[in-house]
């Protein structure tokens, strides 16, 4: 079945420094999001990124996307402390409806 | 920004009530989901809604639960019965398109727990 997987699982860094999350799936996707979770709360859309696109940027995210190798990274550059989050990636896959299938989750912790 | 609201945001019930779980999706948008998310695992996808019906439902979305657009801009969950397994988040969703093509907007959440 179509899953996304993040790893790692958590991730712990120092402020400033760049957090790389990963994200693999296992079938064709219209497109793949990735949102953000603070622990217990709602979830925060971050980024869409299209099957036919390979990179995207939005503020100190950068998202791309290997359809080839079905995975895709999401990347926080000068992270803060107000950045502690799970973060998931979500498919929206080919024939799959109009659904998204979640991963598993990074938590990142992002120390002072 | 437009937001989707969720009501209540806690939730306490008795086992074997029926929980209501509302939601004001977006407007302008046209389809609408129910997610959920039991505590430390992923987030589920339930039931997407569209023009009055269900579009699609997973297999979790039992007989225990429907839906509902009673109105203009209310969009329900409603478990019957509850069981303890049913505690976890419920998120509400909506997007303008099939395929969330501009992206999907998520609710806060609403917290249900089943003792």
């Known amino acids: 079945s179509q899953q996304g997987e993040e790893d790692p699982q958590a991730l712990s860094i120092q402020e400033g420094e760049n957090a790389t999350m990963n994200c693999s799936y296992k079938?064709?996707?219209?497109?793949l999001q990735w949102y953000r979770q603070n622990s217990g709360r709602g979830l925060v859309h971050l980024i869409l990124?299209?099957?036919?696109?390979r990179e995207k940027h939005s503020g100190r995210l950068r998202v791309t996307l290997d359809t080839s190798k079905k995975s895709s990274s999401l990347l926080i550059t000068a992270s803060r402390a107000a950045d502690t989050a799970s973060y998931f990636c979500a498919t929206d896959f080919t024939g799959g409806g109009n659904k998204l299938t979640f991963g598993t989750g990074t938590q990142l912790k992002v120390e002072l | 920004e437009p937001e989707v609201t969720q009501t209540p945001s806690h939730q306490v019930t008795q086992m074997g009530q029926e929980v209501i779980l509302r939601c004001v999706p977006i407007?302008?948008?046209?389809?609408f989901y129910w997610y959920r998310q039991i505590l430390g695992q992923k987030v589920e996808f339930l039931v997407s809604f569209y023009n009055n019906e269900i579009s699609e439902k997973s297999e979790i979305f039992d007989d225990q639960f429907s839906v509902e657009r009673p109105d203009g801009s209310n969009f329900t969950l409603k478990i019957r019965s509850t069981k303890l397994e049913d505690s976890a988040m419920y998120f509400c969703?909506?997007?303008?398109?099939?395929?969330?093509?501009?992206?999907?907007?998520f609710g806060s959440g609403t917290r249900l727990t089943v003792v």
């Open positions: 079938t064709s996707i219209n497109n």
């Open positions: 407007s302008n948008h046209l389809y």
């Open positions: 990124i299209r099957s036919n696109e």
């Open positions: 969703a909506s997007s303008a398109d099939r395929g969330g093509f501009y992206g999907y907007t």
